[in-house]
């Protein structure tokens, strides 16, 4: 997976609880993502990160933030987890924004997230 | 405008036999194309990818067709293989910004 590992692997927490996922690399790549995956809707975007303290807010950021002080750890953070962000969370990372232009995203192994 | 219509949902597809998937935008300003892979229980992997000033890319036995014309892009695995079951998603992305990914196709073979 790139040099990417995503912490924890499988959580599960109850309705309230402030949760936080840990994407860390080892690649040194400036572009690093949060996608939710969900059965019916693919990968959505929840935030992305284009360098340290330079982050913005993806297609489905509600009820997440998100916070990087260094370049190798991206974290996805929810402050008051609800059912509707029961989902696999997936880092992704990559050398140019977006992937675009011939550059592919790498993503990590993903995080089972269940919220009771 | 921004979406990737990706179809179909699932697919079974006996071992030897084509399997194909399509997608379709809206955007034409997108000017890349990759499809993602996705085994259970890992992350997605870049398969393959086209731009739109060529018709159609070919990498062993996965193909993607491109019709800029009709705004859809569809991709064909020859000869499927039991290892090929896994999910696909297609993708689209304009000006380097953010990746735009379909809704993914389940693909079983079998044998």
């Known amino acids: 997976d790139a040099g990417i590992t995503q912490s924890p692997r499988h959580k599960v927490t109850e309705t309230g609880t402030p949760v936080t996922l840990r994407c860390h690399q080892t690649e040194n790549h400036r572009y690093m993502y949060w996608y939710r995956q969900d059965p019916g809707h693919g990968l959505r975007l929840i935030h992305y990160?284009?360098?340290?303290?330079?982050?913005d807010k993806g297609e489905v950021s509600d009820g997440y933030s998100v916070s990087r002080s260094k370049t190798e750890d991206f974290l996805l953070t929810l402050e008051s987890a609800t059912s509707s962000q029961t989902s696999v969370y997936f880092c992704?990372?990559?050398?140019?924004?977006?992937?675009?232009?011939?550059?592919?995203?790498?993503f990590g192994p993903g995080t089972r997230l269940t919220v009771l | 405008q921004q979406q990737v219509k990706q179809s179909p949902q699932s697919l079974i597809v006996q071992k030897g036999g084509i399997s194909i998937i399509n997608c379709a935008y809206e955007?034409?300003?997108?000017?890349?194309f990759p499809w993602y892979q996705q085994f259970p229980g890992k992350g997605p992997a870049l398969l393959i990818a086209i731009r739109p000033d060529v018709s159609e890319k070919k990498e062993g036995r996965f193909t993607i067709s491109f019709n800029k014309s009709a705004k859809q892009f569809s991709l064909h695995i020859m000869d499927s293989q039991p290892g090929d079951s896994a999910t696909y998603f297609c993708?689209?992305?304009?000006?380097?910004?953010?990746?735009?990914f379909g809704t993914g196709t389940r693909l079983q073979v079998f044998p």
């Open positions: 955007n034409t300003a997108f000017d890349y």
């Open positions: 993708a689209a992305t304009y000006n380097t910004d953010k990746l735009i």
């Open positions: 992704a990372i990559s050398t140019t924004r977006g992937g675009g232009s011939g550059n592919e995203q790498f």
């Open positions: 990160s284009y360098g340290v303290k330079d982050t």
